[in-house]
């Protein structure tokens, strides 16, 4: 009877984290996350790496697709290759320590990913889960049609990032181009820096957070009141990706006016 009766106090300490319990379980410190994503050269030592130079990456790419993957890898030498690490599903870490061309760990589930250099286009496109972490620059539509995880630029990011985003969260450390986060369903869009033309255009439901200047609004999508859950949301996403200096007073938040959800012949000129 003890064991199936818990009092008041037991039930609610069960069943309830509490506010600090529920943030270290849900987003990790950008220390910790910072070691999981990034191997010391001891941990990259025992990791399996592949050389692209001397191994073709259909072979690289179907070996992080075996069965019941687990542990670290390093690719090398990608020399601006498309498709590298692309559809992985498991839980390991891809460190790949050069530039990458188009569609770098797009699909991605369950995997974090490191790219030590820039990223072309759609970096981690219609990716689920997972993380997606690049330490310079992204060329347009990256994080395209993402449905979920994180995604990390540490530099610039071209046109339309973010574009049909469906809830990914995308955090950029610099600026982004025109037409990012169009379309945009869901998920969260962090710029620290400013945000070219057009910014939002058609959003449905995604938030967006700028701190720096924005070339102009897109169709439908307004500025927005930072309320204290807002303030929290984003403090919680620049932590995650290693930002956590930043004040969120600076940031203006932009949503939806929700006007143009359903096509009526009067808003015509708007789309």
Not at 6 to 28: D, I, P, Q, V, Y
């Amino acid at each position: 009877m003890a064991a199936l009766n818990f009092s008041s106090r037991e039930r609610s300490s069960a069943l309830n984290s509490s506010s600090r319990e529920r943030s270290s379980a849900l987003n990790s410190s950008s220390r910790e996350r910072s070691s999981a994503l990034n191997s010391s050269s001891r941990e990259r030592s025992s990791a399996l790496t592949f050389d692209l130079r001397t191994t073709a990456l259909r072979d690289v790419n179907a070996a992080l697709h075996a069965p019941d993957l687990a542990g670290e890898f390093v690719i090398e030498h990608p020399a601006g290759a498309h498709n590298v690490a692309v559809g992985l599903d498991a839980p390991v870490t891809v460190t790949v320590t050069g530039h990458v061309g188009y569609y770098a760990a797009g699909m991605n589930q369950h995997a974090d990913v490191v790219i030590d250099g820039n990223a072309g286009t759609g970096v981690a496109e219609n990716m689920m889960s997972g993380s997606v972490w690049v330490r310079g620059n992204a060329s347009q539509s990256a994080g395209a049609t993402a449905h979920g995880g994180l995604l990390v630029i540490e530099g610039d990011a071209a046109a339309r990032c973010g574009i049909s985003m469906k809830g990914v969260d995308i955090v950029v450390g610099g600026n982004v181009g025109h037409m990012s986060a169009f379309m945009a369903q869901a998920g969260r869009l962090v710029v620290r820096g400013d945000a070219g033309e057009a910014l939002g255009d058609s959003l449905y439901e995604a938030r967006l957070y700028v701190r720096g200047d924005v070339a102009s609004l897109g169709a439908d999508c307004v500025a927005k009141p930072m309320r204290d859950e807002h303030h929290r949301e984003l403090e919680t996403l620049l932590k995650a990706a290693g930002f956590e200096g930043d004040d969120t007073s600076a940031y203006t938040r932009y949503g939806s006016a929700r006007s143009l959800y359903h096509f009526h012949v009067d808003n015509a000129a708007s789309y």
